[in-house]
């Protein structure tokens, strides 16, 4: 089959292995893919590399103004890879972020999340609003960080094709963020 242009991650992977260690930041998109068994989000129970929920109760319930604080936040995440169809790059996910995007959810907690709630010894009992978010295994999504040689991968070298894997790893002031 005949490319006009080299698919993204294998042009981004000829930049890194040309730019030294420094990397090259790049915004990537294909699906994400584990390695090994995948993180399970706790209120859904969906397969992912990354979650993150947060739980807010009302200060005062019984007062017509809401007034919502923090009860409990909590997420993990596991490192995964990102496949374009050309190649596939590790993503380092301790510094991944998820800008805010779910909305909350009232009126009922989920079971699942009123189980987390009572093996950490929290109250269940007022009003609250919650949300999670999740990468999920299989899912599209964009990363945007730093791409550096994975010397940890060696792929096949061949006529202008790339001697290590790809990394994708977090600039020095910031953090990785998956769209």
């Not at 992977?13 to 294909?30: H, N």
């Not at 929290?122 to 599209?140: D, I, L, P, Y």
Request: one cysteine or more; aromatic letters at 8%.
């Amino acid at each position: 089959m005949f490319f006009r242009k080299k698919p993204k991650l294998l042009r981004v992977g000829a930049l890194v292995e040309r730019g030294g260690s420094g990397g090259v930041r790049v915004r990537l998109e294909g699906i994400a893919r584990v390695s090994k068994s995948p993180l399970t989000s706790p209120v859904h129970g969906r397969p992912c590399v990354k979650w993150h929920f947060e739980v807010e109760r009302d200060a005062d319930p019984d007062q017509e103004q809401e007034s919502w604080s923090r009860h409990v936040e909590d997420e993990s995440r596991i490192d995964f890879f990102l496949d374009d169809g050309s190649g596939i790059a590790r993503v380092l996910a301790a510094k991944v972020e998820m800008p805010k995007r779910a909305g909350w959810q009232r009126g009922y907690l989920p079971e699942r999340l009123v189980d987390v709630l009572a093996q950490r010894g929290e109250s269940v009992a007022g009003r609250f609003r919650w949300r999670e978010q999740v990468v999920r295994e299989n899912e599209s999504i964009a990363v945007i960080g730093v791409a550096r040689v994975d010397e940890s991968v060696t792929a096949s070298a061949g006529y202008r094709q790339m001697t290590h894997g790809v990394l994708i790893d977090a600039p020095d002031d910031g953090w990785i963020v998956v769209e």
